[in-house]
């Protein structure tokens, strides 16, 4: 009873392959999934959170190359399997001390600390028994931090890396949970009508008339600071723009004959509403879960700049800026510039795409 789209969709996917710049930002949001998902094994810090601190390397330059003493804990050595490394990174096993320079003498190894003057730097000494009388050649490396050190010295790209994760997930989640709800509702409205019409409306111009931003904060506030929470948060705040979208769509299709002959057949409202109405109606759908995601993550950015998003020490674009936004003053602007480009560069990827779909899905084109 229901329309075949078959012919529809393959012209939408030709259309779609047409458009350079929206295949450009599919790639590009793929690569960022595959970093989201991978971050721990991508980051040249795999420690959970990317937290490793250097106070003594803080806010250096991209590039920054610098001696790394790593000084293995043999007490607290522990087994993690494949899923808990990939999804919280690894346990710190060892410490890491940043050198100037080492020498190795009388079963004892002599280091240098790092400090800007040399002239001040402190001299140290370990028993080689800390190496388990290995090659020490093996616990000292030089280390690169290609995007440079944060205030508190720790890798400033592995915590980019990971910090993908939030930025790229509450996407998925606060679009997931505002298509339940919103499609949920809009379908309800639009199929029904009259009173129950009247009353989800009422709910739904209740909600858009309360700022976003300031909803999403009450919530947050409500459940309490946190990761999951700020996805709940979004997701709840999202599902007006669906439900909308999805009321007046049901609306003009509900009148359509293969509508009337479902109901003349005796199928239940249910099956009338999810099996042949909802299919023919899911390209603006798509098109606003695009423009949703974008949303989510300037939501996001916003809440942990004003730090109420995810608490600290878990890396989030957003946070960074804060961190370092007093540094764009102090000559070390690429601190808050970085984060915010890659911020930019996400919501920007997501645009794109939502654009070369609703070209892409325009049957009247």
Same mark, same amino acid.
């Given at each position: 009873m229901k329309?075949?789209?078959?012919?529809?969709?393959?012209?939408?996917?030709?259309?779609?392959?047409?458009?350079?710049?929206?295949v450009f930002s599919f790639w590009f949001i793929v690569l960022c999934g595959f970093v989201a998902i991978f971050a721990y094994e991508i980051a040249p810090d795999n420690t959970s959170n990317a937290n490793q601190m250097?106070?003594?390397?803080?806010?250096?330059?991209?590039?920054?190359?610098?001696?790394?003493?790593?000084?293995? /804990?043999?007490?607290?050595?522990?087994?993690?399997?494949?899923?808990?490394?990939?999804?919280?990174?690894?346990?710190?096993?060892?410490?890491?001390?940043?050198?100037? /320079?080492?020498k190795v003498s009388n079963n004892l190894l002599s280091v240098k600390l790092y400090s800007e003057n040399n002239a001040k730097s402190i001299l140290k000494t370990y028993p080689l028994t800390k190496f388990l009388n290995k090659d020490i050649s093996n616990f000292i490396k030089t280390k690169t931090f290609y995007l440079g050190t944060d205030k508190y010295g720790r890798d400033l790209l592995s915590r980019m890396i990971i910090g993908t994760r939030i930025s790229f997930f509450i996407g998925f989640i606060a679009v997931f949970i505002s298509l339940v709800i919103g499609i949920a509702m809009g379908a309800i409205a639009g199929y029904f009508g009259g009173k129950v019409d009247a009353f989800i409306m009422w709910i739904i111009n209740i909600t858009w008339s309360i700022p976003t931003l300031l909803l999403v904060i009450a919530i947050t506030l409500a459940l309490g600071k946190g990761f999951w929470q700020v996805f709940i948060a979004v997701g709840l705040t999202m599902w007006v723009e669906v439900a909308r979208i999805v009321r007046g769509q049901i609306l003009s299709t509900k009148k359509m004959q293969?509508?009337?002959?479902?109901?003349?057949?005796?199928?239940? /409202?249910?099956?009338i509403i999810f099996k042949h109405i909802l299919p023919n109606i899911l390209a603006p759908i798509i098109v606003i879960s695009a423009a949703n995601f974008a949303a989510a993550i300037l939501i996001e950015s916003g809440l942990s700049f004003l730090g109420i998003g995810a608490q600290p020490p878990t890396p989030s674009w957003g946070a960074m800026i804060k961190d370092h936004y007093?540094?764009?003053?102090?000559?070390?602007?690429?601190?808050?510039?970085?984060?915010?480009?890659?911020?930019?560069?996400?919501?920007?990827?997501?645009?794109?795409?939502?654009?070369?779909?609703?070209?892409?899905?325009?049957?009247? /084109?």
């Open positions: 329309r075949k789209p078959n012919s529809l969709t393959s012209l939408a996917l030709s259309k779609f392959r047409k458009n350079k710049i929206g250097h106070l003594e390397i803080h806010t250096k330059k991209p590039g920054f190359k610098v001696l790394m003493l790593t000084i293995p /804990n043999v007490n607290k050595i522990t087994k993690q399997s494949f899923w808990n490394t990939l999804l919280y990174g690894i346990k710190t096993q060892a410490t890491e001390i940043p050198i100037s /320079n080492y293969y509508v009337e002959a479902a109901k003349a057949l005796g199928f239940s /409202n249910f099956r007093n540094y764009i003053i102090l000559g070390k602007a690429y601190l808050a510039v970085i984060p915010g480009l890659a911020i930019m560069f996400l919501v920007m990827a997501f645009m794109l795409i939502g654009n070369a779909l609703r070209d892409a899905l325009d049957v009247k /084109n």
